[in-house]
Nanobody, 124 residues
Framework: QVQLVESGGGLVQDGGSLRLSCAVS????????MGWFRQAPGKEREFVAT????????YYADSVKGRFTISRENAQNTVFLQMNSLKPEDTAVYYCAARQSTALNVLARRYDYWGQGTQVTVSS
């Protein structure tokens, strides 16, 4: 059974940076795409970024393009989300997700496995 564990969330000031990590274990051979999503209070879960397992292909939401970078460390089965120039509107619970299909996807329902989430709060 694939398990995803996020870490790295916290409280940061407007304009600050955070680096989220997602450790993947159990059945990693079946995973081809990883993604980050976020959910703010009272809002639907929204796509942030996605990457293929080799790290050669990425895609970002327009709202984070140029500020966030998704990457992966194959040896450690870990995916990262480097978040720079953070804004108060980035405040949300951030979730790591994995899917078996080889195609990148922005829809949460297309992902097969989810982590428990990590809170990111950006103060103004």
């Amino acid at each position: 059974q694939v398990q995803l564990v996020e870490s790295g969330g916290g409280l940061v000031q407007d304009g600050g940076s955070l680096r989220l990590s997602c450790a993947v274990s159990g059945g990693t051979f079946s995973i081809n795409v990883m993604g980050w999503f976020r959910q703010a209070p009272g809002k639907e879960r929204e796509f942030v970024a996605t990457i293929n397992w080799s790290g050669t292909n990425t895609y970002y939401a327009d709202s984070v393009k140029g500020r966030f970078t998704i990457s992966r460390e194959n040896a450690q089965n870990t995916v990262f989300l480097q978040m720079n120039s953070l804004k108060p509107e980035d405040t949300a619970v951030y979730y790591c997700a994995a899917r078996q299909s080889t195609a990148l996807n922005v829809l949460a329902r297309r992902y097969d496995y989810w982590g428990q989430g990590t809170q990111v709060t950006v103060s103004s």
